[in-house]
């Protein structure tokens, strides 16, 4: 549970910060009569916190699976597997898609419209070649013999990739709603929170898949055993 | 006495009422049905949640008549026994008393506490009530699937949770059950997100964080903990799911089932125990903490005073919030675990004493010459003191590795949670329906029978916890279907074992004066008025009630003071609202 226990220690430092700018060793018996309430004059848009806190949720998800998978590793009758070559080429294509999303926004905040819907056009199509592709690498590992119930690697491999693709999945039905958005109506004040928290959601997964990359192909656990020589 | 005038000082005029886009129903369906308006959502958490707990409370009867009565009642076989243990178990620890508290009470108290004008979600709030009532009814299904619901126990621990030893272990029972909680915790979220981020953004002018009643304090905290430790249960869930549907082997070791090697191996059971932990503990205090701020609101009000040392509270939700994830594996100490890694979790167990007890200390300081009204809500206050500090002494026996180990498959850990976690939230939700259904029908419940309902409540479920730490302590195993002949059981524990069973027909059957008293008084009960207590938060300042979809009219209110402004020398009575503006120097100074 340890890798859980750092990203908890993250998130607590975020909230420790946070409750750090409430004033919470105020008094409020004392602070009588007076409506100021210590809040920026231009708060961030609700969604965007929502975002936040559901991006905490979503990482605590991986966080407690990549604790799972350490766990399990530890017992004798882990086997591993051998990464096909092309998820290199899934990599590039979540991060052009991650890449096409930041165009976006800039674009869409400086109203050049048909950039920005071209931008969001790549990542659609991106994302849905990521989801393409990461099908191949299910078949292609299923077709050398490597099934999901037949090693514990296996197992966490598909259940792992399966989980982040889900949420690629969900994540394309935000974008394809943002997208007929603005072909509809444009890059008005709404369209752009969407398109800046779509790009925040795709960056955040491409990150969650490069440590998820990371500790399929092992080189999660050479680190891992480094730090703990380290500390021993 | 000094003069206090309102309206002087720093007042700020009220804010222009925002353009918000607020949703308007414009049919019975989606006023009623389909409704975005957190409050109606709210009563539909409460009401599901309160059906599906009856449907507990009768199984938790049909397993004491089997231990009062053993092979009296051919209905409870031993395998039906184990169903209505795992079953009323998960009922209520999950979608009654979590989807109650931050479903049902979030849903209804934090817009309108904190001064909103709904959830700044509404759609996704909709949503998070039908997917909760789906993991409901997929839970409720699995009584009618073949084989009948799983009866693997409310941890669901495997191997044995899907083995065929096990009830619904090889049919669909565990299917459905943890179908049913990745369903919960999918609605969960969506839910969470607007408590959590209306708590954030969704603030009245001048409500600081420091001005919320300690219920938005507890309700908020316990949301933040429910979406950090509820992926937890998710990820056990899935990984089971795979286990006992596709065949992999996450938990389930190496194992041979009546003479048959099942194709399983080299899958750890632990983990299984760590994750559902990592969730189980956090769980326990999402439970605690909106009764904790629920019942810190309901002691303040009906004793008409401050509540003692906000700041303390506060800090405290926050503490214990924290703590309670580094917890876990103490309940885990009879996996075998290394015993330094016990004496961590003891030692962390026995720290989150220091904040509760802060807490009791201020429940008890706040009564302390305060001008105590015994209505109900404070009766149920009052109850829930004694019973949480009870519980909570045995709490500290079970925190200690030594003392818990002999204990841990006795008696005495069912009478120390259900103290702790069953009975003690219980009676804030009882105290808190007493408080707040004036204000969500307009009428007050009847005062007689509240008090029938309170004191066999209240006498009754000591009736029936208590004896169970002595029969723990004599070594009376729990998860038994029967205890046959056994030698080191004297015949007392069968005469007080029935004692208990009748114990619980009886507050079980307490709680239908509950209900009839709901209903009845929604028709019958007395006027309320919109401030029936006297009480300071916004929620009974609305300008009609029951408050109507968009809660304030036409202006937002503003909050100028916090939310226990009871008994402040030289004002003109003994409460002042929060939003009501400041007065005259001179008068606060003298009321500091």
């Not at chain 2, 009323?88 to 049902?104: D, N, P, R, S, W």
């Not at chain 2, 402004?565 to 939003?579: L, R």
Request: proline fraction near 5%.
């Amino acid at each position: 549970m340890s890798i859980m226990l750092i990203f908890l220690t993250a998130i607590a430092a975020v909230i420790v910060w946070w409750l750090a700018q409430q004033r919470l060793a105020s008094k409020p018996w004392l602070e009588v009569g007076h409506a100021r309430d210590h809040r920026r004059a231009a708060p961030l848009p609700a969604a965007k916190v929502g975002l936040g806190v559901f991006l905490a949720v979503v990482g605590s998800l991986f966080a407690l699976s990549f604790s799972a998978y350490f766990m399990r590793m530890a017992s004798s009758d882990w086997g591993t597997l051998p990464l096909p070559g092309f998820l290199w080429i899934n990599t590039a294509i979540l991060a052009l898609a991650s890449a096409a999303l930041y165009w976006t926004k800039l674009n869409a905040e400086r109203q050049h419209g048909e950039a920005a819907r071209t931008g969001l056009l790549v990542a659609l199509a991106a994302g849905l070649a990521f989801l393409v592709g990461q099908l191949f690498a299910w078949r292609a590992l299923a077709n050398a013999g490597y099934l999901l119930a037949g090693n514990p690697a296996n197992s966490f491999f598909y259940m792992l990739t399966g989980l982040h693709g889900l949420h690629i999945l969900g994540g394309l039905a935000a974008l394809g709603r943002v997208t007929v958005h603005a072909s509809d109506a444009g890059f008005d004040r709404r369209t752009r929170l969407s398109v800046e928290l779509c790009a925040i959601y795709w960056h955040f997964m491409l990150a969650v898949w490069l440590v998820l990359f990371a500790l399929l192909s092992g080189w999660a656990t050479e680190v891992v055993v480094f730090c703990r020589q380290l500390l021993t | 006495m000094v003069d206090v005038r309102s309206g002087l000082g720093e007042a700020l005029p009220p804010p222009e009422v925002e353009d918000v886009e607020l949703y308007h129903p414009h049919s019975w369906w989606t006023r009623y049905v389909f409704s975005q308006d957190a409050k109606i959502i709210a009563i539909q958490y409460a009401t599901t949640a309160i059906a599906i707990g009856m449907v507990a409370l009768v199984l938790s009867w049909l397993m004491r008549l089997q231990l009062g009565f053993p092979d009296t009642f051919q209905l409870v076989d031993a395998e039906a026994y184990y169903q209505f243990i795992t079953m009323h178990g998960m009922i209520m620890v999950i979608y009654l008393l979590t989807a109650l508290f931050l479903g049902g009470f979030g849903n209804y108290l934090i817009p309108l506490m904190v001064g909103a004008r709904d959830m700044v979600f509404p759609y996704a709030n909709m949503l998070s009530y039908w997917i909760y009532l789906l993991a409901v009814l997929v839970l409720v299904a699995s009584f009618f699937a073949p084989g009948g619901p799983t009866g693997a126990g409310w941890t669901l621990y495997p191997p044995q949770a899907l083995l065929s030893g096990t009830p619904g272990g090889k049919d669909w029972g565990i299917i459905l059950m943890l179908s049913s909680l990745i369903i919960f915790i999918i609605g969960f979220t969506m839910g969470g997100l607007n408590y959590v981020v209306t708590v954030l953004q969704g603030r009245a002018r001048g409500m600081t964080l420091m001005r919320m009643p300690l219920t938005v304090w507890g309700i908020f905290t316990a949301t933040v903990m429910a979406l950090l430790a509820f992926p937890a249960l998710f990820v056990a869930c899935v990984m089971m799911l795979f286990d006992r549907l596709l065949g992999t082997s996450f938990f389930m070791p190496a194992i041979v089932e009546m003479g048959e090697q099942l194709p399983y191996g080299g899958g750890s059971p632990i983990l299984f125990q760590h994750l559902f932990w990592f969730f189980g503990h956090p769980e326990v205090y999402i439970v605690a903490l909106p009764a904790f701020g629920i019942v810190s609101d309901l002691i303040s009000t009906h004793a008409r005073k401050n509540i003692f040392g906000y700041r303390m509270m506060v800090w405290a939700i926050v503490i214990i919030g924290g703590l309670s994830f580094v917890v876990w594996a103490h309940h885990m100490y009879v996996s075998g675990m290394n015993p330094y890694f016990g004496f961590f979790f003891a030692t962390t167990t026995l720290i989150i004493a220091v904040p509760t007890a802060i807490k009791v200390y201020n429940w008890v300081l706040t009564l302390w010459r305060g001008n105590i009204h015994l209505t109900l809500p404070m009766l149920f206050a009052l109850a829930f003191i004694v019973t949480f500090v009870n519980g909570g002494l045995t709490g500290l026996f079970l925190g200690n590795v030594v003392v818990d180990v002999p204990l841990s498959d006795t008696m005495f850990v069912v009478a120390h949670f259900h103290m702790v976690m069953g009975v003690a939230p219980i009676l804030v939700i009882f105290g808190a329906i007493y408080h707040w259904y004036p204000k969500i029908t307009g009428r007050m419940l009847d005062e007689t029978l509240g008090q029938i309902h309170f004191w066999i409540t209240f006498i009754g479920a000591y009736g029936i916890f208590f004896p169970m730490h002595y029969l723990g302590l004599i070594g009376v195993p729990r998860r038994y279907y029967e205890l046959g002949e056994t030698a080191f059981v004297p015949d007392s524990v069968h005469t007080l074992n029935a004692f208990i069973s009748i114990m619980a027909l009886i507050v079980g059957a307490a709680q239908i004066v509950l209900l009839f008293n709901l209903v009845w008084s929604l028709r019958h009960g007395r006027e309320a008025g919109g401030n029936p207590w006297r009480a300071t938060t916004l929620e009974w300042q609305t300008p009609e009630t029951p408050p109507p979809h968009g809660n304030w009219g036409k202006e937002l209110p503003v909050v100028y003071r916090w939310a226990y402004d009871y008994s402040v020398p030289g004002a003109p009575e003994d409460f002042i609202p929060q939003n009501q503006p400041a007065p005259s120097r001179v008068s606060h100074e003298a009321a500091s």
